[in-house]
């Protein structure tokens, strides 16, 4: 990859000085040097259309072969799967569409390249070219408009249908911290003019309501696997946004509102951790970091596959470590490690 990047460099320079020259070259006054292409130069600059068709077909699929591997793993949610199938249906229209553009625009550059005695044939106007070229794309586009609407609606649809596991994630910089509704399922009252850090009340939460009481708050966030999960998001400070990409998620968290997600987890972090893209993609990961651990540098650590939650906007100078751990594991184990978490109730109680 260095290899390719310096000779990029290198070649880019080259023609900078080339093209520096040829500057020089007009700028000065001397009639054996007027710029007049002729049949020889009008035919290079053809074959060079060609190669530069060539140059970034090649480009683009050394591209794919090199660095699709570096793209996130099968969707871990339900909605996931129409999400991506958008996406690569979008690519494929895309890059067909380009494929067959390029194609002609260099073809037609080389074949109607300037040619001496000859006379340019144009129209100023053609209904039937218009209509074509119109109405292809709006028929396309519209398409991808109305499925892109139809998913974008389904995957927005935050409701309490089949018993949603209801929770909270409140941004902060440069934190994120999870609250779970407690036996009851059901949110406590909450306002950042409550928050008492001396009372470990960090998230402002209403005492007197007594849904509080047994609202839990962690510091990594447990998701039980084949469980809808509806999602509460607030901001202390300022705009954050809550991206789960592993579960092609992500909504703003905006301060002063309470805005809404929900997803359904079908994939535990154990099963993802046997999926052969994230094995490849740990060992590639891991294979860096020991050469780095041989020269003592530091995040150097073996790495091991985890769901992350992390903030999509730029939220401030720590904003690249706002991240928190997702586990997603089965219905059994979440009930076990809830179980085991101190209520906000105890926890008051332990600081009075």
Not at 59 to 78: D, G, N
Request: net charge negative.
């Amino acid at each position: 990859m260095t290899a390719l990047l310096t000779l990029t460099v290198l070649v880019l320079v080259a023609i900078a000085i080339w093209q520096m020259t040829k500057i020089f070259e007009l700028s000065q006054l001397k009639a054996e040097n007027a710029e007049i292409a002729t049949d020889s130069d009008n035919k290079y600059n053809g074959y060079l259309l060609f190669g530069f068709l060539i140059f970034i077909y090649g480009i683009t699929i050394f591209s794919f072969a090199k660095y699709t591997k570096v793209l996130l793993p099968e969707a871990s949610s339900a909605h996931g799967h129409e999400y991506d199938q958008l996406m690569w249906v979008s690519f494929a229209i895309i890059f067909f569409v380009q494929f067959i553009t390029q194609a002609l625009l260099h073809y037609f550059g080389y074949k109607y390249r300037g040619e001496e005695g000859k006379k340019a044939l144009f129209f100023a106007d053609n209904d039937r070219l218009e209509f074509i070229w119109t109405i292809i794309p709006v028929i396309v586009l519209a398409g991808l408009i109305l499925w892109g609407l139809y998913t974008w609606t389904n995957i927005m649809e935050v409701n309490d249908e089949d018993d949603p596991l209801i929770v909270e994630l409140y941004a902060q910089q440069f934190n994120w911290t999870a609250r779970y509704g407690g036996e009851d399922n059901v949110l406590g009252d909450a306002s950042v003019r409550l928050i008492d850090i001396d009372r470990a009340n960090v998230l402002g939460l209403d005492e007197s309501d007594p849904n509080s009481a047994d609202d839990i708050l962690v510091k990594e966030l447990h998701l039980p696997v084949g469980r809808k999960v509806n999602f509460m998001m607030r901001s202390q400070d300022v705009l954050h946004s809550a991206y789960m990409p592993h579960f092609r998620a992500q909504m703003n968290c905006v301060p002063g509102m309470i805005t809404q997600f929900s997803f359904t987890p079908t994939v535990t972090t154990a099963d993802m951790r046997l999926n052969p893209d994230v094995v490849e993609k740990v060992k590639t990961v891991n294979g860096i970091r020991a050469k780095k651990a041989a020269k003592g540098e530091p995040n150097s650590d073996p790495w091991e596959f985890d769901y992350v939650l992390l903030c999509n906007k730029i939220c401030g100078k720590s904003h690249y470590n706002m991240q928190m751990k997702i586990i997603v594991e089965t219905e059994e184990e979440y009930n076990k490690w809830i179980a085991e978490q101190a209520t906000f109730k105890e926890t008051i109680a332990s600081v009075e």
